[in-house]
């Protein structure tokens, strides 16, 4: 059974930095694909980053592009997203997912593409 944790949400300035990381447990396929994702109340999901093992490529979304960095430990099973200039927008519960297998470009900013959710973080921007 893949469990996922999150960990790493809190209160942060604007402008400030958080560091959110995905534990995953109950796995062995060294081929898979990580997302993250963050969703606020009233409105669906939506994909932030990925990272696919197969042949290391990272995507982002639009808004998090130069700020968010998506990067992964093997040894650890961890999938983590460093956040950098976080602004008024970015406040949500950040969730990580994942597949056990690569999962096409095309398809990969799509929520129905993951097969396992951890149980989200919160993140929050304030001054």
């Known amino acids: 059974q893949v469990k996922l944790v999150e960990s790493g949400g809190g209160l942060v300035q604007p402008g400030g930095s958080l560091r959110l990381a995905c534990a995953a447990s109950g796995v062995t396929d060294s081929r898979y694909t990580t997302g993250w994702f963050r969703q606020v109340p009233g409105k669906e999901r939506e994909f932030v980053a990925a990272?696919?093992?197969?042949?290391?490529?990272?995507y982002y979304a639009d808004s998090v592009k130069g700020r968010f960095t998506i990067s992964r430990d093997n040894a650890e099973n961890t999938v983590y997203l460093q956040m950098n200039s976080l602004k008024p927008d970015d406040p949500a519960v950040y969730y990580c997912?994942?597949?056990?297998?690569?999962?096409?470009?095309?398809?990969?900013?799509?929520?129905?593409?993951?097969?396992?959710w951890g149980q989200g973080t919160q993140v929050t921007v304030s001054s």
């Open positions: 997912a994942r597949r056990n297998r690569h999962i096409i470009v095309s398809a990969i900013r799509e929520v129905s593409s993951y097969d396992y």
């Open positions: 990272i696919r093992t197969s042949d290391r490529s990272t």
